[in-house]
């Protein structure tokens, strides 16, 4: 089958990965049609199917055989310690150091291999999905031995309180609808819609056909466009030419704000391809909106593309971004970061961005992206919390949201940089072009705001929140 794809996406004359993740898509229809129709009453069958198919796709349709034993052996490493030691507190802790572990190996692995890092497939993407819910299964485990008011809303319903059987928990893992592509699912997830539980007393069960095109369409043309101009952002030497080079630095800091956009388009392409195949097969369903009455179908939603690109600042972006990942991160690691009793703070946000970075590669362009991400989010609540509030009730603030808006587009695009392009040398030229005016920008809120000139800029921020009717914060050194 690989070498068929292969052979095909020569003609066509696309990488033949690309090829080959929209294969897995495409197919996932009409094998989750027929997963859909096996009953709960026959668990067995039910799981085998779903953990074949998942098996084909890595072995089969990508011939990652050795890859696809590896993620096994993984995922019974997870699975025993959970078994074993379910109410130890360093379980989750020493399960998530190994798993980041062998992850980080099969980074420089394929990174230091000499093949096509940025377009062939490999098994990291898979790995950094199936990581997701190794790292949670064991922490939902070791949350049934706490008491409930030790513990959040979403901590009491995604905790597991009998152990599953190891076919479903290897289903769950190889479930295919998002293995390639991702987003992950919990077990609790998983669990509740194999056992046909997913859409609880609703009856009939609730259709979305019309969504699901809608969906394939936007996923058609998010792909279109990417194959058209979207690797263009990756390419280092188009940084590098004269006319790019030559041009002045409204245009370059541009520049990188409209390649960052068509960079994001090949994400747009696979996550929403993806939602629809979870909404085909009822994945999806998240329950009737208690405001509207309609059905919600966003349990597998990873991207919103209108907030991303039309966020007024990053912490809206990193909202609507890789949604589910940002609520693995969230609620395995930052909130996890933090001492019991303990709100967290800049720590639990640089630990973050940091697992983040690792989590994603080795490459530096990683690192450089996440650490500049870090510091937007500490700097987007100083200014939030001095800047926003004297614009509030006014009318210039519709003015603020424009202006808040092209920065915060501006900014994304500086620090999209690095993680497409991915080497340093490449990522420290295009910056330099443009003279390093995020950091410039964030050097001068530092002392503006948080710095030496804090005790002459906040009282004049004071008399200006006056005008307005609200009061601003008198040392922004408190925020965490």
Known sequence: ???????????????????????????????????????????LVKDSVVIFIGMFYLSGIFSLYKEALFMICLSILTYALATVFPRNKHMPWFNFTIQMGFMLYTHCLEQFSGGDYVNNIGISGTQMIIIQKLTSFAWNVYDNSKPDDQLSAYQKEMRISSRPSFLRFLAWVFFFPTLMTGPACTYHEYDIWANEKIFGNTKPQPRCGALILRRLGEGLIWIVLYMKTGYLSSDNEFYLKDWYVSRSFLFKATSLWIL????????????TMSEAACMHIGFSYNGIDSETGKVRWDRMSNIRPVGVEFGQNIRGVLADWNIITASWLRNYVYLRVVKEGKKPGARATYITFLVSALWHGTRPGYYLTFITAAFYQIFGKIYRRNLRPIFVGTKFKAVYDILTWLVTQYALGYAAMPFMLLNFTPAFIVWASVYFYIFVGLAISWILLSGPLRKFVLPSLRKLQNTSGTAVPKDTRKEK
């Open 1 to 43: 089958m690989s070498s068929f794809v292969d052979s095909i996406a020569t003609q066509v004359g696309i990488h033949p990965d690309l090829l080959k993740i929209a294969l897995c898509i495409v197919l996932s229809f009409p094998l989750g049609s027929l997963v859909k129709r096996i009953p709960s009453r026959m668990p």
């Open 260 to 271: 960052g956009f068509l960079y994001r388009t090949k994400y747009y392409a696979a996550w």
